[in-house]
Nanobody, 127 residues
Framework: QVQLVESGGGLVQAGGSLTLSCATS????????MAWFRQAPGKEREFVAA???????????NYADSMQGRFTVSRDNAKNTVSLRMNSLKPEDTAVYYC?????????????????WGQGTQVTVSS
């Protein structure tokens, strides 16, 4: 049974930092693209960041414009985890953050490309 379990969410003041982790089990994702999405109340799920490989096989990361420079996605294949370091948090970053994985290596920014999802972890940024 494939499982993705997020952790590390919580309440933080604006300008603060959090690191989210996603632990995977049930299959190996060491050669899979993985991503973070988020969903705020009343809004659609949106892409945050992803890590995988490009078409020539080089590793790559991709970020939504509003997260570029503030968020960093990384993976530890030995521990079967992917992390999201979030700095300079803003109240508008408040959302449930989801970890996602796909069977392929290519990075996508659309949620329907991802096959496996975690249950989400709440991040609340106070002003």
């Amino acid at each position: 049974q494939v499982q993705l379990v997020e952790s590390g969410g919580g309440l933080v003041q604006a300008g603060g930092s959090l690191t989210l982790s996603c632990a995977t089990s049930g299959r190996t994702f060491s050669n899979s693209a993985m991503a973070w999405f988020r969903q705020a109340p009343g809004k659609e799920r949106e892409f945050v960041a992803a890590i995988g490989w490009n078409w020539v096989g080089s590793s790559m990361t991709n970020y939504a414009d509003s997260m570029q420079g503030r968020f960093t996605v990384s993976r530890d294949n030995a521990k079967n985890t992917v992390s999201l370091r979030m700095n300079s948090l803003k109240p508008e970053d408040t959302a449930v953050y989801y970890c996602a994985a796909r069977s392929g290596r290519a990075v996508y920014t659309t949620s329907h490309e991802y096959d496996y999802w975690g249950q989400g972890t709440q991040v609340t940024v106070s002003s």
